[in-house]
Nanobody, 122 residues
């Protein structure tokens, strides 16, 4: 089992920045690729970014490329999502996920955090 705990969400004005953190614990070796997804009520879950734990390879959604950066600290078993130039349409609940594959597809991730709310005001 892998436990994921997100933090760092909040309210920010458009153009501002936030950094989300996701701390992983438990048996992470088989589910070491990490992703961030977001979802608003009544909307489908949307891929945001992912990182390979051992390779450091990254994937981004086109909507966040050049604004968001995903990074990891292996020593702390923590993945970060630095979000810059935030827009009102970035408002969502952001979820951290862990799985065996570096993927944009949510169904490939086995473990999910509880989510953290990000609200961007105009």
């Amino acid at each position: 089992q892998v436990q994921l705990v997100e933090s760092g969400g909040g309210l920010v004005q458009a153009g501002g920045s936030l950094r989300l953190s996701c701390a992983a614990s438990g048996r992470t070796s088989g589910s070491s690729n990490m992703g961030w997804f977001r979802q608003a009520p009544g909307k489908e879950r949307e891929f945001v970014a992912a990182i390979g734990w051992s390779t450091g390879s990254t994937l981004y959604a086109d909507s966040v490329k050049d604004r968001f950066t995903i990074a990891r600290d292996n020593a702390k078993n923590t993945v970060y999502l630095q979000m810059n130039s935030l827009k009102p349409e970035d408002t969502d609940v952001y979820y951290c996920a862990a799985g065996p594959w570096l993927s944009k597809q949510g169904y490939t991730y086995d473990y999910w955090g509880q989510g953290t709310q990000v609200t961007v005001s105009s």
